[in-house]
Structures are given as structure tokens and as C-alpha cells.
């Protein structure tokens, strides 16, 4: 319920996760619902959430394999003085 909870915050960004590394990561989005998809199926009603949970970080997956950026995140780079000579 507790890393439910903490999937919701990161969806719908908290005001204390917005701009995070958390929040605009895919990889990490991904890893955390596969860990959540691992603790729900070892529940006995689980199942719901385990397949949900996985369809979520599969879509992440292809998020990631096809180089999709959050607007957020390249709103926040850093920008160097580029290439020196």
C-alpha cells in the first residue's frame, strides 16, 4: 500500500517530488514498479496490481528503448559553455 501510495506521488507529482530525479526518470519509474509488481503478487488479492504494475513499467521500457525525454527534465540541464579548442 505504502509503495502504492509513493507511485501515485511520483505520477502525479507532489509538490516536494516535483522536478526530482524521481519524478522525471523513466529508468527509475521503471525499476520501482517492477518492485512493486514483485511485492503484489505475493499478496494473496494482489494480482490486479501485479499486472497493472507490470504493463506500467513495460510501457516505461518502451519510453526509454525509443529515447522519449520528459519535458521537465530537458527544461533542466545544465548548460555548459560548450567544446573547448
Do not use: C, H
Not at 522536478?19 to 490486479?48: C, D, H, P, S
Not at 501485479?50 to 513499467?57: D, E, G, H, R
Amino acid at each position: 500500500m505504502l509503495m502504492a501510495i509513493i507511485t501515485v506521488a511520483f505520477e502525479y507529482p507532489a509538490p516536494f517530488l516535483k522536478g526530482t530525479f524521481m519524478e522525471r526518470n523513466f529508468a527509475f519509474k521503471m525499476v520501482w514498479l517492477l518492485m512493486q509488481a514483485t511485492l503484489a503478487i505475493l499478496f494473496y488479492q494482489g494480482t490486479n496490481a501485479f499486472i497493472w504494475s507490470v504493463i506500467a513499467a513495460g510501457a516505461y521500457a518502451r519510453a526509454l528503448a525509443l529515447g522519449e525525454v520528459m519535458p521537465e527534465a530537458k527544461a533542466q540541464r545544465v548548460k555548459g559553455d560548450g567544446p573547448r579548442a
